[in-house]
C-alpha cells in the first residue's frame, strides 16, 4: 500500500508552527507519494500549488468533492464534465494521457449510475479517465456501492470508459493488515485503486488532512 493524503487546503499552505502543511504531514505520518485536492471550487488546487508538489516529487490526484445530492442523482452530467475539462485545461493536464478525475460520492447520499456514465463519456472524449469513490460498505446499503455495479453493468462491453474506483470501508488505519477494501458485488479488491481512510491529520485542534492509500504504483499513470 502506497501513501498519499486527501486535503481541502493548499498543501503549500504555512501553518501556525512555521511548517507548510506538506512538511507537517511528512513529520506526522511519512512522506506523501501523492495529494489529492480538489480541482473546482473556493480552494481549488493552482498551477503555483501543483508545481509546488511536482518539486516535492509528490504526484497530484485530481478531485470533484461535494456535489450537490441533486445533481449527482440525475442523469446529465455535461454541466459538471465540461466545469472539469476546463479546469484540467487551466492546470494543463494533457488531453489523451488517460489522466484520472476522481469524483467523491458522500456516504449518505444519491447518486445516479446514469449521471456517472455521462460524466465519465464526455471525459474520454478528451482522453480523460472517470475514478468515483464512495462507501462500498453493502450491508450499510449505501448507494454507491449499488449505483457503481450499475454503471459497471452498462458500460463494460465497452471497458467502462476506463474507470477508476475508490473506497472508503472498512476504515484503513491499520494498513499493514494488507489490501482489504470492501467492494461491489461485480468487483474484486485489486479493481480498487484508491481506498480512503477515516484518520484526521492535525496541527493542534485544526483538522488538515486524511491518509488515502493506492493499492500499487499501477494508479500513478493517471496522476499528474
Known amino acids: 500500500m502506497i501513501f498519499g493524503v486527501k486535503s481541502k487546503i493548499p ?7 512555521g511548517y507548510s502543511l506538506f512538511d507537517w504531514i511528512m513529520r506526522k ?79 449518505d447520499e444519491f447518486m445516479n449510475h446514469n449521471w456517472m456514465i455521462s ?13 468515483f469513490i464512495g462507501n462500498t460498505d453493502s450491508s450499510l446499503n449505501f448507494c454507491f456501492d449499488r449505483e457503481c ?3 459497471y453493468n452498462a458500460t463494460k462491453q465497452i471497458g467502462c470508459y476506463g474507470a477508476l474506483y475508490g473506497a472508503t470501508e472498512p476504515d484503513c488505519n491499520a494498513p499493514e493488515n494488507g489490501w482489504k477494501p470492501y467492494f461491489p ?9 484508491l481506498w480512503e481512510s477515516r484518520e484526521v491529520i ?12 493506492a493499492r500499487d504504483t499501477g494508479v500513478f499513470e493517471n496522476l499528474i
Open 11 to 17: 498543501s503549500d499552505m504555512k501553518l501556525t508552527n
Open 29 to 107: 505520518k511519512d512522506v506523501p507519494e501523492f495529494w489529492m485536492r480538489n480541482i473546482t471550487g473556493e480552494s481549488r488546487i493552482t498551477p503555483d500549488e501543483l508545481a509546488f508538489l511536482k518539486n516535492k516529487g509528490c504526484r497530484v490526484a485530481l478531485l470533484i468533492d461535494g456535489i450537490p445530492e441533486a445533481e449527482a442523482a440525475s442523469n446529465n452530467a455535461a454541466a459538471r464534465a465540461f466545469e472539469t475539462l476546463d479546469a484540467l485545461r487551466k492546470l494543463k493536464a494533457p488531453s489523451f494521457s488517460g489522466k484520472a478525475v476522481f469524483v467523491r460520492f458522500g456516504d
Open 119 to 131: 460524466f465519465a463519456a464526455i471525459l474520454s472524449e478528451y482522453g480523460y479517465l472517470a475514478g
Open 149 to 151: 455495479g450499475h454503471f
Open 185 to 193: 458485488s461485480d468487483f474484486s479488491a485489486d479493481d480498487i485503486s
Open 202 to 213: 492535525k496541527c493542534g485542534e485544526a483538522e488538515l488532512a486524511s491518509p488515502v492509500y
